[in-house]
Structures are given as C-alpha cells and as structure tokens.
C-alpha cells in the first residue's frame, strides 16, 4: 500500500479543470490524499490551499504552486499560459518517478492552445506522457466506468484510415499492453477480452468486407491458442448489452467510436479514460476543457471523482502487485 498521494495537474486554467479539480479534491479529501500542481491564482476564488510540503489545514487544498504568465479567466484562455500547462504535466510526472506521488490525474488540456503557445508537437496528453517516460512506450486508452471498460484499437484517425491501421501486430501489441496493465493495475491477471468486428455482423462470412476474416480472426484465434482469454470477432452490435458485458473484462473495439458511444451512453459523467502501457498511473476525466461553461458552476465533476478514484485503486493495486 501506498500513502503517496495522487498529483492532479491544472489543465488549462480557463477551462473547468480547476473548479472540477476542487470539487473532486472536496469529495475525496477524506479517503484519498490529492496534490495540485498549478499556480494558485487559478483556483476558484476563495479555495483555501497550502504548499503540499507543509501540513495545511483539512480544508485546505494541497497544491505544488507554479508560476504562470497570466491570471486566468474562465473560458478565456490564454496563449501565455500555455507553458505554465506543459510545466505542470513534467512535473507531474517527475514527481512520480520519484515517489512523491503514485500516480497522475490531469485536468483536461486544449491541444491547439498548447501548439500555439508553447509550440506543443504531441497528438495529445496521451503521447507526450508516453514521451516523458523516457522509454519506447506505445500507450493504449482505455475508457472505463463500473459497467464497462472498452480499448479502441486505432483512435484518433480517419474512419477511411482504419481499415489500413489494423494489423495483426498492432492487435497483439494492445492486447499484450491490455493483459500487462490490467494485472498490475487492475489486480486481473487473466482478462477476458472481447473483440469487436470491423464490418457489420463482423463481416458476415465476408459478404461486408474481408478484414475481419483475413486479419482479425486469424490474430484472436492464435492469441487464443497462446493461452490468452480472448474472442472474437464479435458483431458490436450484439456486444454491449447487460448481459453480454457481463462475459468480459475489457471490449477491444476498432476504432474510436466503436468504443466510446457505448461507454458514453451508459455513463457520460462517470466514465475516465486510463491510459495502459506507462510505467505509471495516470488517469483523466472523459471530457474536454468545457470553455463555454467555465466559471459558471455548471461543471459536473462526477467524471472528475471517478477519475480520482480509479487511479487511487490503481495505484494500491500496483503496489500490492509489485510488494511494495
């Protein structure tokens, strides 16, 4: 077990990443140690907080202070601010990788504002985690909710493109990565994975296409004949009812639609994307910086709570795995 507590990164102070962070920070505070990393000028006005070095007060927030440009204004971000949102990231995961906390929780960022003013060069938060690794990672997104957890195979691509994405080594790497983190960080040491046809009706015998009888099935059935707990492809349309999910662990879908609409559907506010394959936990809140209702108490931090929770168990998980 792990008394680290969980580093929850700012995200773009303009959006709602604050005003949720101190929501779930509120809603937690009693069972899970949280630290934010940002600069204090940035939290909703009045929340009292303390240097995370330093005891503080029950109700006061525990922050890792950071100086940035700017103030902030809810749903007005700043291109100066951009760098301050990098620097919290780095140190987020810095001070993971040297025990200070157990893993990560970030607010949500906005990608094109971090291009323009920090000159930001990764796809998203997912890929420059995987970059501060500092190792050859291929990181894989889960989203998970306590009704489903889903992986989508290829992710932020062309629908045109995904039938070219899909190989049987690009299936073997995300299920490896699948049964690697769900038995360190989930404590399943034997998932079982349910796959998700391309085609409708999973190709339909190869009437509606051939990629899942000439690449997909062929893959499954020889991870399959590797001892791993897996099948399909399955028609996804058949896939995501109650008593279908009961059948599996994780549902490794496509693409990212395929993937994400079931598991919005069930639970918009509660799902939390994970990310599999760093050396570290790291979850987020399923949803983006909300510009248009920052600062005005519509933000629903449920995903947020949830997104807290899920890297807490994570992270004891982890460390009951590995005996620390």
Known sequence: MTHAPIAITCGDPAGVGPEISVAAWRAVRGDIPCVWIGDPRHLPPGTPCHDFSQPGAADSLPVMALDFADAST?????LANAPGVVAAIKAAVAGTQAGTFCGICTAPIHKQIL???AAFQHPGHTEFLADLAGKDIQPVMMLASPDLRVVP????????????AITPELIRQTVDIIRADMGAKFGLSDPRICVAGLNPHASEGGKIGREDLDIVAPTVQALAQDGVTIWGPVSADTMFHPAARATYDVALCMYHDQALIPLKTLDFSGGVNVTLGLPFVRTSPDHGTAFDIAGTGQADPASMIAALRMAWDMAQSGHATHGD
């Not at 809810?74 to 700043?78: A, E, N, R, W, Y």
């Not at 195979?153 to 070219?164: C, E, G, Q, S, Y």
């Open 74 to 78: 809810p749903g007005t971000p700043s």
């Open 115 to 117: 291009a323009d003013g």
């Open 153 to 164: 195979l290829t992710i932020h691509i062309p629908i045109k493109d995904v039938p070219r």
